[in-house]
């Protein structure tokens, strides 16, 4: 199994493109090789969610430092409110309502972070801010939080929700037998990374980010997009949908005339 | 399973289709459209609101569209009637998009759409087993058919009167209109038909005869239906093909089976039921909005 693996992964070396992308401010070797093993995900009528999966090798000849995997969906607007109570007081009878919203610039629609030991024994607190190895590293407020309110609250709830629904993952160590998910690392340098795609996943060009921790600090990376996409009628609906509306929602009642139609001339009573 | 391209997320078919033919079934036996089960159902899904709200519509389209093509045979459709209806709703439901809209923007649309389904779900499950209770004791209400109408009504007396041949009436354009328009608005937010609030509103308030009631409402629940599919896929984009094929199929069938088995038991107790069910639903709902929630915080604002 493990040379099948080796064998395997190194092909996929051999066959992997150039395509380091340079990320900005850094002095730092964009060498580590790594490659994925789906650069596509399609997306059709029987989707259920997926797995990516990373694999690599740590350039370190003695095998020193720590690989860490990051799997990151697209950055988007988010918005977060906190519930309140109208009216306020002690008041016996009130209805808990959304209100004090705070916007998000941007916050990751997904993200996964793989490594075989805790991240803070890995990285330093600067460099897991500074590289953004943690979804509340790249959540960035936009508007002022409401008087009374607490910004880190309001952040930690974004992750919080956002991990209640799978899409915010943390795997912290490697996978158990019969596990599947977790960064592995194989004698010889080699490691692979598996990433559970939820179905709710947003519909995105992805980024997998291989970093090579020594002593805190970060010594090469490698960046590879994985990209998303629907395809056949799930493409077509899509596409319709936001591209043409006027035309899917004339087609929706076309065909709910139909429907109705023929169950009127079906169920004909004779 | 099947992945629904606008909800983006996976369902089992074989539950959509139960739960939409459950609750075709449930409208054939008892007589009533059926939006105001579907989308809470869906909700319970988890289907997200704004997508049952918009999707529903379609459904309602095609279960109008039926019931129509069996009342036009019958010449039961006050197409001057519908029409003015019509308008009025044309009117109320573009206002309730926009407002729908607004509110998903804002975060709020939740709270309207509960508060709504709370007083609906209530007053309506309230009637039916108050209805029911009475048929049981042996007080059966007398059908409306028989009902007495009140002579004159606010129609009769309000300006721009206009003459309604096949319904026999010359009253004022403007009672049908704004009724329209509260019948738009409402199936918008709510992702309901209206008929059992129209249907009353046609007798009582504008004293139509009964036996075009039926069909002119289902004319008017037809046209705002469709106008709903549209705008909202223009508007907000959650109406869900997908999910709107399921539904047609599942509800269209289970209505015709339903009205099948209807017509040989007693409705004032299946009536009972369901309205002890739409009481049992409509508490669910209140408590969402007064316990206090284990979870301060919401993701939301923005479209979906």
């Given at each position: 199994?493990?040379?099948?693996?080796?064998?395997?992964?190194?092909?996929?070396l051999?066959?992997?493109?150039?395509?380091?992308?340079?990320?900005?401010?850094s002095?730092?070797?964009?060498?580590?090789p790594?490659?994925?093993?789906?650069?596509?995900i399609?997306?059709?009528?029987?989707?259920?969610?997926?797995?990516?999966?990373?694999?690599?090798v740590?350039?370190d000849?003695?095998?020193?430092?720590?690989?860490?995997?990051?799997?990151?969906?697209?950055?988007?607007?988010?918005?977060?409110?906190?519930?309140r109570?109208?009216?306020?007081?002690?008041?016996?009878?009130?209805?808990?309502?959304?209100?004090?919203?705070?916007?998000?610039s941007?916050?990751?629609?997904?993200?996964a972070?793989?490594?075989?030991?805790?991240?803070?024994?890995i990285?330093?607190?600067?460099?897991?801010?500074?590289?953004q190895?943690?979804?509340?590293?790249?959540?960035?407020?936009?508007?002022?939080v409401?008087s009374?309110?607490?910004?880190?609250?309001?952040?930690?709830?974004?992750?919080?929700?956002r991990?209640?629904?799978?899409l915010y993952?943390?795997?912290?160590?490697?996978?158990?037998?019969?596990?599947?998910?977790?960064?592995?690392?194989?004698?010889?340098?080699?490691?692979?990374?598996?990433v559970r795609?939820?179905?709710n996943a947003?519909?995105?060009?992805?980024?997998?980010?291989?970093?090579?921790f020594?002593?805190?600090?970060?010594?090469?990376?490698?960046?590879?997009p994985?990209?998303?996409?629907?395809?056949g009628?799930?493409?077509?609906?899509?596409?319709?949908?936001?591209?043409?509306?006027?035309l899917?929602?004339?087609?929706?009642?076309?065909?709910?005339?139909l429907?109705?139609?023929?169950?009127a001339?079906?169920?004909?009573?004779? | 399973?099947?992945?629904?391209?606008?909800?983006?997320?996976?369902?089992?078919?074989?539950?959509?289709?139960?739960?939409?033919?459950?609750?075709?079934?449930?409208?054939?036996l008892?007589?009533?459209?059926?939006?105001?089960?579907?989308?809470?159902?869906?909700?319970?899904l988890?289907?997200p609101?704004?997508?049952?709200?918009?999707?529903?519509?379609?459904?309602?389209a095609?279960?109008?569209?039926?019931g129509?093509?069996?009342?036009t045979?019958?010449?039961?459709?006050?197409?001057?009637?519908?029409?003015?209806?019509?308008?009025?709703?044309?009117?109320g439901?573009?206002?309730?998009?926009?407002?729908?809209?607004?509110?998903?923007?804002?975060?709020q649309l939740?709270?309207?759409?509960?508060?709504?389904?709370?007083?609906?779900?209530?007053?309506?499950?309230?009637?039916?087993?108050?209805?029911?209770?009475?048929?049981?004791?042996?007080?059966?209400?007398?059908?409306?058919?028989?009902?007495r109408?009140?002579?004159k009504?606010?129609?009769?007396?309000?300006?721009?009167?206009?003459?309604?041949?096949?319904s026999?009436?010359y009253?004022?354009?403007l009672p049908p209109?704004?009724?329209?328009?509260?019948i738009?608005?409402i199936?918008a937010?709510?992702?309901?038909?209206?008929g059992?609030?129209l249907?009353?509103?046609?007798?009582?308030?504008?004293?139509?005869?009964?036996?075009?009631?039926?069909?002119?409402s289902?004319?008017?629940?037809?046209v705002?239906?469709s106008?709903?599919?549209?705008?909202?896929?223009?508007?907000t984009?959650?109406v869900?093909?997908?999910l709107?094929l399921?539904?047609?199929?599942?509800?269209?069938?289970?209505?015709?089976?339903?009205?099948?088995?209807?017509?040989?038991?007693?409705?004032e107790?299946?009536?009972?039921?369901?309205?002890?069910?739409?009481?049992?639903?409509?508490?669910?709902?209140?408590?969402?909005?007064?316990?206090?929630?284990?979870?301060?915080?919401?993701?939301?604002?923005?479209?979906?």
């Amino acid at each position: 199994m493990r040379r099948l693996l080796i064998a395997l992964s190194l092909a996929l070396l051999v066959g992997a493109p150039a395509s380091a992308q340079q990320q900005p401010g850094s002095d730092v070797a964009d060498d580590l090789p790594a490659a994925v093993a789906e650069e596509q995900i399609t997306v059709s009528s029987t989707y259920g969610g997926s797995y990516i999966t990373v694999f690599g090798v740590n350039p370190d000849r003695r095998g020193r430092g720590d690989i860490v995997v990051v799997l990151r969906g697209p950055n988007e607007p988010a918005t977060v409110m906190r519930k309140r109570r109208v009216p306020d007081g002690n008041f016996p009878f009130g209805l808990w309502i959304n209100g004090d919203p705070v916007q998000f610039s941007e916050a990751p629609a997904f993200f996964a972070v793989l490594s075989s030991r805790p991240l803070r024994e890995i990285a330093s607190a600067d460099s897991i801010w500074r590289y953004q190895l943690d979804p509340a590293a790249s959540a960035r407020l936009a508007s002022a939080v409401p008087s009374g309110g607490d910004p880190s609250a309001y952040r930690a709830a974004l992750v919080r929700l956002r991990a209640e629904q799978g899409l915010y993952q943390w795997y912290r160590r490697p996978p158990r037998e019969g596990e599947r998910g977790g960064l592995t690392a194989y004698p010889g340098g080699l490691f692979r990374a598996v990433v559970r795609l939820p179905a709710n996943a947003p519909i995105a060009q992805y980024h997998a980010d291989t970093y090579l921790f020594r002593d805190g600090r970060l010594i090469s990376r490698q960046r590879i997009p994985i990209t998303i996409a629907r395809i056949g009628v799930e493409r077509t609906i899509h596409d319709l949908a936001t591209n043409v509306s006027w035309l899917y929602g004339v087609v929706t009642v076309m065909l709910a005339l139909l429907a109705g139609w023929g169950a009127a001339v079906m169920f004909r009573r004779p | 399973m099947i992945y629904l391209p606008i909800a983006e997320m996976p369902v089992a078919v074989l539950l959509i289709f139960l739960v939409s033919g459950t609750v075709g079934f449930v409208s054939g036996l008892v007589g009533v459209g059926g939006g105001f089960i579907m989308t809470p159902a869906l909700l319970f899904l988890g289907v997200p609101a704004p997508v049952a709200v918009a999707t529903g519509a379609s459904q309602i389209a095609a279960t109008s569209f039926s019931g129509i093509m069996t009342q036009t045979r019958r010449r039961s459709v006050d197409w001057r009637m519908g029409l003015l209806l019509s308008l009025g709703g044309v009117l109320g439901s573009s206002a309730g998009v926009a407002l729908f809209e607004r509110l998903l923007r804002l975060g709020q649309l939740d709270l309207l759409v509960s508060i709504l389904y709370l007083l609906l779900l209530s007053s309506v499950g309230f009637l039916m087993v108050r209805e029911s209770y009475r048929f049981w004791r042996g007080h059966p209400q007398k059908s409306v058919s028989v009902l007495r109408r009140p002579l004159k009504t606010v129609a009769h007396t309000l300006p721009f009167r206009l003459r309604f041949p096949r319904s026999g009436l010359y009253i004022s354009v403007l009672p049908p209109l704004g009724i329209g328009f509260t019948i738009g608005a409402i199936s918008a937010i709510m992702g309901i038909g209206g008929g059992f609030i129209l249907i009353p509103a046609m007798i009582y308030l504008l004293r139509m005869p009964t036996n075009v009631v039926i069909g002119t409402s289902q004319f008017q629940v037809l046209v705002i239906s469709s106008l709903i599919v549209v705008l909202q896929s223009i508007a907000t984009q959650t109406v869900d093909l997908v999910l709107a094929l399921l539904l047609m199929a599942g509800g269209v069938v289970g209505a015709q089976i339903g009205a099948r088995v209807g017509a040989g038991i007693k409705a004032e107790y299946v009536r009972g039921i369901l309205g002890a069910l739409l009481m049992a639903a409509s508490i669910k709902f209140l408590f969402d909005l007064v316990i206090p929630p284990a979870e301060l915080y919401v993701l939301g604002g923005g479209l979906m």
